[in-house]
């Protein structure tokens, strides 16, 4: 295509395991010939491929995918399997290796993620065990795949209502992203997509999240080069962070913000709330938390809480029974022993991990973002 721009270093970010460049992050505007060049970089000539999709991505992206890659390798195959967090499980894992096995992929072959955390992290899975691993590129389509799930190597299936539950750190070999996917995102998945954006501000890069406030209007209207930038920035905090902690043995933990009472709230909800809506929520009481340890002034508190209201998040929620939180988040993966490992903010844009925050502190931030029959009468 001769009217793609050529890649700049400012589209590509290399992501180092162990001190040493692991793979590239390819930020673009566009499925076309660079996609099919950085393939070529992992000589597909010689390889089957299968592109693994949901049934959304699928018809929107899976033809361009492979249209673009037959002729080129050795084989394409596209499978699909029902969008959804629900088909997030073993048994899809398990058909996966079905074809694969079927189409006779060896070790040499690769697998292709097109679409968003759920077909990142159950391709990923798969291709970190079928056949004791084989190579596998991310192409990621939703704002949480590009912004945050795609990158890192986490990958994992839920397991009998626990999220994330079985899994392996298996890294990508190339992380394609297309911000023009994002405009056939509905605004639900959007926002909740902005969550983990935003959290990654407020983590890590307080010029960012200030970036953030200012561009609001861009990233409503999905401008292309405000989403290329968001996208961008955001890559680059999730690369600082598991860059120093890829196994996550330490700080990676902080990516965590939001999310012990956050996955509390997705599993009480049985997972009918979207990700992102869970851990704003999430977020907003953990922020509550750090305002009561004087960490955040009570302004900073306030204007954390209400920045989500402009991108349809939610910042309180009628429908929890707060002890019933406070029980779930017990069974949330981020115990450490009988203390939750709890991510507060020292500052904004500085997360700490805090193993001292008691059931009571969690049950009055939870109580915090519950917004009762009571409330409502007032
Ligand atoms: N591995 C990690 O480090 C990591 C980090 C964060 C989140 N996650 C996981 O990511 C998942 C959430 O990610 P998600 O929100 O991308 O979920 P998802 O993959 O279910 O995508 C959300 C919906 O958007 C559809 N979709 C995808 N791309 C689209 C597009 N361009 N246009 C229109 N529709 C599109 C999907 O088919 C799906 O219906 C969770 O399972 C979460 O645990 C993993």
């Known amino acids: 295509m001769d009217n793609e721009k050529v890649l700049t270093d400012y ?12 793979y590239d992050i390819v930020i673009t505007d566009h499925f076309g010939a660079s ?24 018809g929107l ?8 890659l037959d002729g080129n390798c050795r084989q394409t195959l596209l499978h699909v399997f029902p969008a959804g967090e629900e088909h997030k499980t073993l048994d899809t894992v398990k058909e996966i290796y079905r074809v694969l096995i079927e189409a006779k992929f060896d070790r040499r072959d690769l697998l292709i ?12 899975y798969a291709a970190a065990t079928y056949l004791r691993g084989v190579d596998f ?16 190597g986490k990958t994992g299936v839920d397991f009998d209502g626990y999220k994330n539950m079985v899994g392996a750190f298996h890294m990508p070999k190339l992380v394609y992203m297309n911000v023009s996917a994002l405009k056939e995102l ?7 997509g902005f969550a983990e954006v935003m959290k990654h501000g407020l983590i890590k890069d307080a010029m960012f999240y200030e970036w953030l406030l200012e561009n609001m209007y ?6 292309p080069a405000t989403l290329t930038e968001m996208v961008r920035r955001s890559c680059m905090v999730k690369k600082l962070v598991v860059e120093k902690d890829p196994k996550e043995l330490g700080d990676r933990a902080m990516l965590n913000f939001g999310h012990t009472i956050g996955h509390a709230i997705e599993k009480y909800m049985h997972f009918k709330m979207l990700h992102g809506e869970c851990i704003t929520l999430g977020m907003v009481a953990a922020a509550y938390l750090s305002w009561k340890r004087n960490w955040l002034s009570k302004d900073e508190y306030y204007e954390v809480r209400d920045m989500f209201v402009p991108f349809q998040l939610p910042i309180s929620i009628d429908s929890i029974d707060p002890e019933e939180i406070l029980r ?15 991510v507060l903010l020292k500052k904004i844009g500085k997360a700490v991990i805090d193993r001292t925050v008691t059931d009571e502190e969690i049950l009055e931030a939870v109580r915090e973002i519950y917004f009762s029959d009571e409330d409502a009468r007032e």
Request: charged share 30%; glycine share 8%; with cysteine.
């Open 137 to 152: 590129v991310q192409i990621p389509t939703t704002l949480i795949a590009q912004s945050d799930s795609s990158i890192g």
């Open 35 to 58: 996609l099919l060049e950085e393939l070529q970089r992992l000589a597909i000539e010689n390889r089957k491929v299968a592109v693994i999709a949901d049934s959304n991505t699928a």
């Open 11 to 22: 589209d590509r970010i290399t992501i180092n395991y162990e001190k040493k460049p692991c």
């Open 61 to 68: 992206f899976g033809r361009t995918v492979t249209e673009l």
């Open 186 to 192: 509905d605004d639900r998945q959007f926002y909740a």
């Open 218 to 223: 861009e990233i409503h209207d999905r401008d």
């Open 328 to 342: 779930l988040t017990k069974s949330d993966k981020k115990m450490e022993g009988d203390h939750v490992k709890f």
């Open 113 to 124: 993620a097109l679409g968003g955390g759920v077909v990142g992290d159950v391709t990923g």
